[in-house]
């Protein structure tokens, strides 16, 4: 199902996990037959055991509580409930699984409740009904009968609570009641704050079904009725044959609420006799067991329990209705604290010469937008300290800001180091930046050079082809290429212009050496031969000389290139 | 040997005289992503003490709510103060000049994942991608600081605000409200009882509703007959005149225990669900414990707070929600009050 959206809930009878907490054996068999006739192969038996709380539960578990923990208010018509991360929870222990208690009877026309039997169950107890116990062993909290359906653990503690048979055994909800009493919500997560996050946005409830009474102190215990068959009802007890809802109609069908009372006429109660006080009262007579030799009060294993009273005013409506609301700056007694117009504080401070003075504060929050401050970025304290024209009074706001962030960010190692990390980064590159400008400036480049590809390469055939292209005459270092083609100096434009018989008069009225005029030299004639011998080629001594000559050409071209004596 | 072309005392000239340093387009000069995630936190107010927030605690008293605008130059200057750390030099503090421009609109953007971030749904560079460019660059940063019994009691509270007030009934799911909804940048208790929301743009409206997972079961007292309301299987009150939603909604009694009268007949109930039904076959129909929590819940209240416009005139500002404003809390009608949609059908899907 998709997740639901904001303002939905979905809710669920029930999510069981695919394995209940038990102790599981795994058999492994291997069938082999060769001809068709079987080869016995020892099996393979395998152990493990599926856990989850049981005697006790984290605290973390418990992701909210209703009515609220330690809380004040008219909750008296409300029934407690806990809200569970682990949503498979109330459903990960089989609450009687040798059905003990029995299948409730069914009452015509009312199909059994869908989903599973929780092993937990929400007890509301007030103050004087119950007693806590804390870290007591296993055996002292459950009847003995009822330890050994556990298994007999051992070596467990617990925490306990303690009370009455009889009040137990009337607020305790028979086994279809607790399958009521519990089930799955799943939440949009959206638009609300941080301390949900962690859960995927289900929740098990579980639900009590007994409504505190007014002004009372309350406690509610999320308790494990696991194998409590000595507890847990097969049925639920009858209902009150209450005769003052008679004539207290409001807007409602007469039909129905006829049908309503008549229906609580139905049964009788054949174990606990109660009688109506004048004064509208219910109220429960201590009955006559026939069991009085039991003891007269029963344990439970305790696994959560809070706290919280039924007086005075404190439901979510009431205390949104009463907020006091304003913008910030907004004070309950005028003057008190002295906020100025613009939200400022006055604090007494001692200035760094040890002479006490009133500086104002304000803090983030604003009732009115501000401007951006443009003039970024701040280097120091001292230079987002201001001083108010009107009454000379420093406004250390924003200097406490720097500070603030100042001393947040020291006290975080890796921040440090990602600020380092950061300054150094950029530092290498705007360095490498630096040394490539630098090297094509001098080496003539005008291609650009990308900063991130690798440079050597590409620097090294750079300098490559200038040197390759200038191993012509030493005289081309200083462009006499350029030279020779000024009009004055070309002998083809001298002998058009001077409308000369050949070029041959014109080179002769030029001085008459070609090499004097900066004209390129043409290539050392290559020797084509055959392949030959290392011993062959050395003895070339003409051809030796040549490479040698080549050589330092490209040397002295280099040299005078880069200005540096070699 | 060849002499190098440039000293090491030249490089750092050479920067220094350079104070375009890098070009904030190099993915060098980029924030590491853990420093960008501190500062943009940072921007939040995110670990910055409460006395720093509220310096006199007569400023936030009990039981109150206070609306602002955030300062955006106070978190600058938070800002440049955590920069400054390690800035030993000129050349940390050149770095920092040049770019300081970059770094504060690239946190301008990457504060709107802040609370992604906080919440864990992914990890920083794909939620860097998803702001990328996202309009408008800078904006107003409002919210509220809330100390209330109810932060506590009530933890994980639903928070919205519109840049509209929207009127009743919201529903928070639809595109239009979606549409008119403002991204929540902050939205975490500071303390026990103390809430602080950030939103980003200023908000016409804004409401606090009972967080879903704590909605409680509650019967109503009627002289000594404890009742709940029949609600549909949207969770919807059913109404004696459908068509009118003022009207009555039909209550149901709810029995109690012979044996102790303040204990509720689960059972009973069920089975008056079960026949009551039969009358109103909008009712969801009793499969489990789910179809019965239905019946029994209560609807969450929602708090609304909204911006009065008519004052918004008088005080010369900008809009609704300006200082001087009164924010009214306004009692909304109960039979209007929420837009709740529960979505069920038993079984568990």
Request: glycine share 8%; proline share 8%; charged share 20%.
């Amino acid at each position: 199902m998709a997740d639901p959206k904001p303002g939905e809930m979905v809710l669920y009878d029930d999510i069981l996990p695919p394995l209940l907490d038990n102790q599981y054996r795994m058999t492994a068999e291997t069938d082999v037959s060769i001809d068709s006739a079987a080869q016995p192969l020892a099996g393979k038996d395998s152990f493990f055991n599926v856990e989850g709380p049981r005697f006790s539960l984290p605290a973390t578990e418990v992701a909210g509580v209703f009515p609220p923990r330690n809380g004040h208010g008219p909750f008296h018509d409300s029934v407690p409930h806990v809200a569970i991360r682990r949503r498979t929870l109330p459903w990960e222990r089989e609450l009687d699984p040798k059905n003990v208690i029995g299948t409730p009877t069914r009452v015509p026309n009312v199909p059994p409740p869908a989903g599973t039997v929780p092993w937990l169950a929400l007890l509301l107890f007030e103050e004087g009904e119950y007693s806590l116990l804390q870290n007591v062993p296993l055996e002292q909290v459950v009847p003995k009968a009822v330890f050994q359906s556990l298994g007999s653990p051992q070596n467990i503690r617990c925490d306990a609570i303690e009370a009455s048979l009889d009040l137990v055994t009337s607020i305790m909800p028979s086994k279809e009641e607790l399958q009521l009493l519990a089930h799955v919500r799943r939440v949009n997560k959206d638009d609300r704050e941080l301390s949900i996050e962690g859960s995927d946005g289900y929740f098990a409830v579980v639900m009590g079904s007994r409504l505190p009474s007014g002004g009372a102190k309350c406690r509610a215990c999320l308790v494990s009725v696991e194998e409590r068959w000595d507890l847990v009802p097969k049925d639920p007890p009858p209902i009150a044959t209450s005769i003052f809802e008679v004539g207290i109609l409001e807007n409602v069908a007469a039909s129905l609420a006829v049908k309503a009372v008549s229906r609580g006429f139905v049964s009788s109660s054949p174990v606990l006799a109660s009688r109506v006080i004048p004064g509208g009262n219910l109220q429960i007579q201590p009955a006559i067991r026939n069991h009085v030799f039991l003891p007269l009060t029963t344990r439970l294993i305790l696994l959560f329990s809070w706290q919280f009273q039924t007086i005075g005013t404190g439901t979510f409506r009431e205390l949104m209705q009463t907020l006091d609301v304003g913008m910030i700056g907004k004070v309950q007694n005028p003057g008190h604290p002295p906020l100025t117009d613009t939200c400022h504080l006055k604090v007494d401070l001692q200035d760094r010469a040890g002479v006490p003075e009133q500086v104002l504060y304000r803090g983030p929050h604003v009732p009115f937008e501000l401007t951006r401050d443009p003039l970024g970025p701040y280097h120091s304290a001292d230079q987002a300290r201001r001083v108010t024209p009107e009454t000379g009074a420093e406004d250390i706001s924003y200097a406490s800001a720097f500070e603030a962030g100042r001393l947040l960010a020291a006290a975080d190692p890796r921040l440090g180091q990602e600020l380092m990390r950061w300054r150094r980064e950029a530092y290498k590159q705007s360095s490498r930046a630096d040394s490539v400008a630098r090297v094509r400036s001098d080496l003539s480049i005008a291609a650009q050079i990308d900063l991130h590809a690798p440079v050597i390469p590409v620097l090294t055939s750079k300098v490559v082809q200038s040197v390759t292209t200038g191993a012509g005459p030493i005289a081309d270092a200083y462009s006499l290429d350029k030279i020779k083609n000024v009009i004055g100096l070309n002998p083809d434009a001298v002998q058009k212009a001077f409308e000369l018989p050949s070029r041959e008069a014109a080179v002769a009225m030029l001085g008459g050496d070609a090499g004097a005029l900066g004209a390129s030299v043409g290539a050392p004639a290559q020797t084509p031969r055959e392949a030959t011998t290392i011993d062959a080629v050395a003895a070339d001594t003409a051809g030796l000389q040549r490479l040698g000559q080549s050589r330092k050409q490209v040397l002295n071209n280099v040299a005078v290139k880069l200005g540096v004596t070699l | 040997v060849r002499t190098s072309w440039i000293t090491g005392q030249e490089a750092l000239r050479q920067r220094l005289i350079n104070p375009a340093q890098i070009a904030f387009t190099e993915p060098e000069a980029e924030m590491p992503p853990y420093m960008e995630s501190f500062l943009s936190h940072l921007r939040l107010l995110v670990g910055v003490p409460f006395e720093y927030l509220i310096p006199d605690p007569r400023m936030l008293p009990d039981e109150s709510i206070r609306f602002f605008y955030l300062d955006r130059s106070w978190t600058d200057r938070l800002v440049d103060g955590a920069i400054s750390v390690g800035k030993v030099g000129t050349r940390e503090q050149a770095h920092h000049q040049a770019h300081h421009g970059p770094v504060s609109q690239q946190l301008d953007f990457t504060e709107r994942i802040v609370r992604d971030l906080q919440r864990g749904t992914d990890s920083f560079p794909t939620l860097k991608g998803t702001i990328r460019g996202q309009q408008p660059p800078a904006d107003i940063i409002t919210g509220f600081l809330l100390r209330s019994g109810a932060v506590s009691g009530w933890p994980t509270m639903d928070v919205r605000a519109y840049r509209t007030d929207l009127s009743e009934p919201l529903d928070p799911a639809n595109p239009e409200s979606l549409n008119q909804q403002l991204r929540t940048l902050r939205l975490e208790r500071l303390s026990p009882s103390i809430l602080l929301a950030l939103f980003q743009g200023v908000p016409q409206l804004v409401y606090l509703e009972e967080p879903h997972h704590l909605i409680q079961f509650g019967v109503r007292t009627v002289g000594s007959q404890l009742r709940i309301d029949l609600r549909d299987s949207t969770g919807h009150q059913i109404r004696t005149d459908p068509n009118n939603p003022r009207s009555n909604p039909i209550p149901q009694t709810v029995h109690v225990r012979a044996a102790h009268n303040r204990v509720v007949a689960i059972a009973n109930l069920r089975r008056d669900l079960i026949t009551a039904r039969n009358t109103h076959p909008q009712m969801p129909e009793q499969t489990g414990s789910a179809a019965f929590a239905i019946e029994v819940l209560s609807l969450p209240w929602r708090q609304r707070f909204e911006g009065v416009e008519d004052q918004a005139e008088k005080s010369g500002g900008s809009g609704a929600f300006v200082s001087v404003v009164m924010i009214g809390s306004r009692v909304t009608d109960l039979a209007t009050k929420t837009a709740f949609v529960s979505v069920l059908a038993g079984g568990g899907g």
